[in-house]
């Protein structure tokens, strides 16, 4: 969840103020990269993950405030998200190193085990998935967006700033399509994630992100989980254009004209963190300008750290793939890259092998040999990031000094030993590192991630003639006990099915 704001309307003085007050953070944020020492001590990573929550009958549940008052004072931290059948679970910042994998996927699977049992508690179930597969649009015509000033000011803000409603396009590789024209960013919430952090020093920021940016089409293509929207079979990462186009407030003429979307790649390598807020201040208006008492000139003269809360906000309101970060814990402040592609599931241990195979890479392409993006292309990241998030694990990206190459060709024969080499330098276990890059492995093995697994079960329900409903209904039911299990998904059998009877 973003940072939270106070009201749901601003004036134009506000806008104004607002504005001065970043530009202020900006000249702040500048001579702290410059002089300040930021917190860092060994390679922390943490993460976010979206959830769904899910009624009787698979449909969304637009129940998470009683879930979550009953998750109240426990020791997970559950948090609301943009619609009311969602929630986000926050796991606090860990070293990869010794068996910590593992802890984290006990971690993971207690948590959800308590927010099952919270759901439970009001007849629903907790889905790990990048879309709901029983999503449908007719959910936006009544009160799903969850309580929270924020959500009420952000869809507010997107429309105000389009001028106009949001327009929905997704034409899938098969042909099948989703058009619509809203007057609310409802789908937006149907985009549910991973978010891997890694806290790193501003000299070595720039190193990761273009890291990150560099093997973003590797990981949608290795994990895509979201076939469906809306009953339609469109790209393997739907999430990805759906996101990109429920917050882009650009009309059309803005788009012709070149103006950046709000959820953005990127075009370029960058040399400094400050290059990407420099650009989120220069080319995006202010979503939510709202103030804080904060002078951050004077509290950066009196040698205190500051919140630099409207610089914060606003970069919260820029929804780069791979996002900075600047956060102050306790008068420290520290940096983090925000990689914000991945989808949640299929099962814990498919998202702790993701998390993995990331922390693993990103670790062996910023610490030895010639960095990858002087020898890449950025149009080639970028062109791959599209071509995963459209065909997913059957994606042919291209890498340097291979060409192009199917994705689990490039996993399992280059980058794998890779990520093994560069968990083996944050400390992780030999025994811990094996275990989880197996499962990539395999995965790569089988040709089977969850988009593939959820399209050719659906299809084999239609084969015996179900028609489209009916079928994703029956492969979602499927989905959660298999997700139940925590198997990874490559091991998911597909159903036996009847021939559909003739007369």
């Known amino acids: 969840m973003g940072q939270e704001v106070s009201s749901a309307a601003f004036t134009r003085e506000d806008r104004l103020a607002y504005r001065h007050k970043v530009l202020q953070s900006l000249d702040v944020f500048e001579h702290m990269l410059e002089q300040s020492r930021f917190d860092f ?22 129940i998470n405030g009683a879930v979550l008052k009953d998750l109240e004072g426990s020791e997970f931290d559950f948090q609301a998200e943009v619609g009311r059948y969602n929630i986000e679970m926050n796991v606090a910042p860990r070293p990869m190193a ?32 990048g879309i709901l597969p029983t999503l449908m649009q007719e959910l936006f015509d009544g009160d799903w967006l969850s309580l929270g000033v924020r959500y009420t000011a952000l869809n507010n803000a997107i429309l105000a700033e389009r001028g106009e409603g949001l ?20 789908p937006l919430s149907g985009c549910t ?15 990761y992100w273009n890291a990150a940016s560099a093997i973003t089409g590797v990981q949608v293509g290795l994990a895509a989980n979201s076939p469906y929207l809306f009953g339609r079979q469109l790209w393997a990462e739907t999430r990805i254009p759906l996101f990109t186009q429920m917050v882009d407030t650009r009309s059309v003429e803005l788009k012709a004209q070149g103006v950046r979307p709000r959820a953005y790649f990127g075009d370029r390598w960058i040399t400094s963190i400050f290059d990407l807020f420099e650009e989120n201040v220069r080319c995006y208006p202010a979503l939510l300008p709202e103030q804080s008492d904060e002078d951050p000139v004077a509290v950066y003269k009196a040698g205190q750290v500051p919140e630099l809360g409207e610089l914060r906000l606003h970069n919260g309101t820029v929804y780069r793939w791979n996002r900075p970060i600047y956060d102050n814990v306790r008068g420290v402040p520290h940096l983090r ?23 693993g890479l990103l670790e062996k392409l ?30 042919v990206l291209s890498w340097p000094g291979v060409g192009r190459v199917p994705v689990t060709e490039l996993v399992a024969e280059h980058l794998l030993p890779m990520a093994d080499e560069g968990l083996a330098g944050l400390g992780l276990r ?17 040709g089977q991630n969850g988009a593939s697994w959820q399209v050719a079960c659906t299809q084999r329900f239609e084969a015996q003639g179900d028609d489209r409903p009916t079928a994703i209904k029956k492969m979602f039911a499927l989905y959660m006990e298999h997700g139940e299990s925590n198997e990874p998904v490559h091991t998911w059998p597909l159903p036996e099915v009847a021939a559909p009877v003739t007369a």
């Open 366 to 395: 910023t610490s030895s040999g010639r960095p990858i993006w002087t020898k890449m292309p950025f149009e080639d990241a970028a062109n791959n990031f599209d071509e995963a998030a459209q065909h997913g694990i059957a994606s």
């Open 193 to 207: 994630s991973v978010q891997l952090h890694q806290q790193v020093t501003p000299q070595d920021f720039p190193l």
């Open 98 to 129: 010794g068996d910590q994998a593992v802890r984290l996927e006990r971690w993971l699977n207690e948590s959800l085990r308590r927010a099952g049992d919270a759901a439970r508690g009001h007849g629903a179930q907790v889905a790990a998935v």
């Open 41 to 62: 001590t060994r390679p922390q990573m943490g993460l976010e993950i979206e959830l769904n929550l899910v009624d009787g009958n698979l449909d969304p549940a637009l």
């Open 337 to 359: 890259v925000e990689n914000r592609v991945l989808p949640a599931g299929p099962t814990v241990v498919d998202m702790v092998a993701n998390a993995c195979f990331y922390y």
């Open 430 to 446: 030999r025994e811990v590192r094996t275990h989880y890059l197996d499962v990539l492995a395999e995965r790569c093995q089988s």
């Open 167 to 186: 327009e929905l396009d997704i034409e899938g590789p098969t042909g099948e399509r989703v058009s619509g024209y809203f007057e609310t960013i409802g």
